[in-house]
């Protein structure tokens, strides 16, 4: 066996497109994901499996228990938190994702390629994305189908999916942040989920909070699934139970928007200097 | 000459553990260095270091002349790395996987696409290039592995273990690729547990233990500290042992040591199994019979056991087993 001698000079020789290296290297990295996604049913069936199953669970079981305080339907009121419930998910799916990769080692194996270090991660965030634009279309069908409409025009839904998807992004970037500093998968299944539930029960997500006592009822006000779930209501034109008087209850839209922004700015810049320094 | 590698005191402490506690190491350009030593003995993380995956806690090293620390993006234009751990996707088929390491490089897709089908050509993985990895076996994602590191066609190769857990055939077939990697001028430093495949592959050898050298010569020199292989054979008449001895004279390469109570002859050889038959045919000559004959080879315990007074801590895997040897054309 001969191994031919090396046709090519060394790498950096290459001629730089016209985007440059960064996006390059976001797009062989994005690609590899999205391969990936798309070859192991099982996981993407269960991301879609769960919702689903929120959806049919609530619409059928607890929905005739739930009285909403304006008399509106509850399928309509429910679906936008089992959005806001379903993107905050996004975490998850990062967190382990990372994680198994770097025990795998392929992590450390990107990082020895004269790689833009950023690109690595940056073209995973997005990658990560059609997985959650997957899931939040088969959602809105399983809405559809048990009932739940939207009563607004079209660039309003349109800023609810944004808003969504935003978000979703931004939980990313919080999951990459994680998955790169768990010491190992399993720590990584539940770091990455354990908050959470608890979390999307603090919140307006499936019932209105004036049932909870006043200390959480002011927890659930800033809490960014309520603003997400209220924002989604509002824009799609859903009952929205009745909002309380704090500022992010009249304004839901706008702090779902600060939300997002505010985790995408603070962990994105973690999660890159977290992996420039796993050299430590 | 110059030096591909040049590394000067290098530690790595995790916490209270010193994984490399003072580490020089040279390896000339197109040489072949194998890095020897048992589990724990700081093999993988002396490959990190040089590789740019961690920061040394002490000490400088330079990769092609490139700083280790300060010119990372340098070195990593340089090297290539096949970890201990087959790190490639394996929901990718081989191909993807070429073809994500090339892209990664920076090469101009064409090349990369041609590229990628002389190494499945030549790594003998073209029918198996469009299935996944999760079914590859272990020899075959090892080669892959190794053939995502030469994509780019590095002047530097790190090796970590690659034959560590392949079948004998497998680690056949890893030796040979390795071996015409090193004949197309590419430099080499390889890890491995087995005194046999360093002493196959590599131009000189270092030992390590415990994070420190222990050792450091040609393959010859560490042998002849060692003791090189021996021929052991247990004769079936105890009265025959001196005529055995004399039979055994001419094909043996230094003194012949008997045993009477376990009419055992321990005849240092060189030359490897080619001996055998000569010996067997020898002592067929003279009307000896023997009960059992086998070759020892010296193993990484031996070393250890020669250099250090102790054995290597944890039990390695059983050395691979190699009749016959092939001679590395220099
Ligand atoms: N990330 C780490 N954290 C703590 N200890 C480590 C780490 N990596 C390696 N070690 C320790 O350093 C020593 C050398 O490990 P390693 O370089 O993997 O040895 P080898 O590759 O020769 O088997 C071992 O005692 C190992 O437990
Ligand atoms: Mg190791």
Redesign the pocket.
Known sequence: MSIATPTMQSANNAARPWYGWFVNDCIAVAKRQIITVLRIPQTLFFALFQPVLFVLLFSFVFGGAIPLPDGGSYREYLLPGIFAQTVTFAVAAATVGVAEDTSKGIMDRFRTLPVNQAAVIVGRSFAEMVERVLVITVMSVAGLVVGWRTHSSLFNVLMAYVMYLLFAYALTWMGIFVGLSVPSVQVAQTAGVAWVFPLTFLSNAFVPTQGMPVLLQHFAAWNPISCLALGGRTLFGNPTGTPGDAFPQQHPVLMAFVWSTAIIAVFSVLAVRKFRNKRG | MSLAIEARGVEKH??E?K?LAGVDLDVQQGSVVGLL?P???????MVKVLSTLLLPTAGSAKVGGFDVVTQADEVRHTIGLTG?YAAVDEYLTGRENLHLFGALYHLPPAQVRARAEELLEQFTLTDAADRTLKTYSGGMRRRLDLAASLIAAPSILFLDEPTTGLDPRSRLGMWEVITSLVQQGTTVLL?TQYLEEADQLADRIVVIDKGLVIANGTSDELKSEVGGDRLEIVISDGARLNDAQSALARIASGDIVTTDVSRTLLAPISGGSTVLPEAIRALDAAGVKFDDIALRRPTLDDVFLSLTGHVAEEEAEPAPKRRGRKKRAA
């Open positions: 995790f916490g553990v994984a030593g589990n724990g003995a700081g093999k993988t993380t201990q890890t």
